[in-house]
């Protein structure tokens, strides 16, 4: 069965510093793996998508993640953070068997960005 | 643009009522799911249906059910509402399965 750790449910960082969310996932199959941003009282948005190809994929609003097999990662990272960017953050893994369009996902890390 | 639009943001309900939560969007994906929302717990998989009159059960069927007569339309039914199914509840639709799933901005029922 596919499953998805996110470490720390709660990342705070400094505007302007580096941010960094962690994703762990375990797949029978290649891996199809998500990112998602939930702001305040919305619903979920894309950030970004791995199918197959390019291990480094970058999405919107300056965010970046990158697929390693090897170690079964695909940490979310932004070289500087924005006030902006204060929201819950989700992983998310394609499942396999049966019904492929269904996600696992992860419990969400809350992100704070300190002025 | 991808829109998934739910009928409402807030909905307030009484035990043992039953409620309809409908979700429509405007895509023409073959996919749509519900998910329920709770602190800590991530987003859990109610429902899914891949075609018109096609469902199949998710994580957490039990106290519910599922809609769809139309392709654009899925609607999440709970049967006998109970305080335990109050949650934010999030409709997605998708295209293909290694396409991404698009969210409507969710309905926080209550169940009082």
């Known amino acids: 069965a596919q499953s998805v750790t996110q470490l720390g449910s709660h990342v705070s960082v400094s505007e302007g510093a580096l941010v960094l969310l962690r994703c762990n996932y375990s797949?029978?199959?290649?891996?199809?793996l998500f990112w998602y941003v939930q702001y305040p009282n919305q619903g979920l948005q894309l950030l970004l998508k791995?199918?197959?190809?390019?291990?480094l994929v970058k999405g919107i609003n300056g965010f970046e993640a990158e697929f390693k097999k090897s170690e079964t990662s695909f940490h979310l990272t932004k070289p500087s953070a924005h006030m902006s960017d204060a929201a819950e953050y989700f992983c998310?893994?394609?499942?396999?068997?049966?019904?492929?369009?269904?996600?696992?996902f992860g419990k969400g890390t809350l992100l704070t960005v300190n002025p | 643009d991808v829109k998934v639009t739910q009928s409402s943001r807030y909905l307030v309900k009484r035990t043992g009522e039953k409620v309809f939560l409908e979700c429509v969007q405007d895509?023409?994906?073959?996919?749509m799911f519900w998910y329920r929302q709770d602190p800590g717990l991530g987003l859990r998989l109610i429902y899914f249906?891949?075609?018109?009159?096609?469902?199949e059960k998710g994580d957490i069927p039990e106290g519910y059910s599922v809609s769809r007569e139309k392709k654009e339309r899925f609607s999440l039914i709970l049967e006998s509402a109970s305080t335990n199914q109050t949650s934010m509840y999030l409709c997605?639709?998708?295209?293909?399965?290694?396409?991404?799933?698009?969210f409507g901005d969710g309905t926080r029922l209550s169940i009082l």
């Open positions: 997605a639709s998708s295209l293909l399965f290694n396409q991404p799933q698009h």
């Open positions: 797949s029978s199959v290649p891996p199809y």
């Open positions: 791995y199918t197959t190809g390019a291990t």
């Open positions: 998310a893994v394609r499942r396999s068997g049966g019904s492929n369009y269904k996600l696992t």
């Open positions: 895509m023409d994906h073959e996919n």
């Open positions: 249906s891949y075609d018109v009159k096609m469902k």
